[in-house]
């Protein structure tokens, strides 16, 4: 069992920036990719971002890229977004996941562990 926890989460206006940070503990061994996703009032989950075990490799969403960044301290166990000129249509609950898989890392459904969640409302 893994557990994700995560925090930074606020309100921030347009234009603003701010950290989350997803901290993992429990069976936390082994090369696990870890996800970022985001749900708004009324919308589906959707993925955010996602970064490999070593760092290597990282995917975003067409809307968050270029001003998004994920990355992660395996030492530390711990992930990370940074969110740089936030918008309104960026406000959500944000959650980070874990997965051992390398596939369909796009799909909710692919990550096993969840972390509660971090409101992000950003004001225009």
């Known amino acids: 069992q893994v557990l994700l926890v995560e925090s930074g989460g606020g309100l921030v206006q347009a234009g603003s920036s701010l950290r989350l940070s997803c901290a993992a503990s429990g069976r936390t061994f082994g090369r696990y990719v870890m996800g970022w996703f985001r749900q708004a009032p009324g919308k589906e989950r959707e993925f955010v971002a996602a970064?490999?075990?070593?760092?290597?490799?990282?995917f975003y969403a067409d809307s968050v890229k270029s001003r998004f960044t994920i990355a992660r301290d395996v030492a530390k166990n711990t992930a990370y977004l940074q969110m740089n000129s936030l918008k309104p249509e960026d406000t959500a609950v944000y959650y980070c996941?874990?997965?051992?898989?390398?596939?369909?890392?796009?799909?909710?459904?692919?990550?096993?562990?969840w972390g509660q969640g971090t409101q992000v409302t950003v004001s225009s």
């Open positions: 970064i490999t075990w070593s760092g290597g490799s990282t």
């Open positions: 996941a874990a997965t051992y898989g390398y596939q369909g890392l796009v799909i909710a459904s692919t990550y096993d562990y």
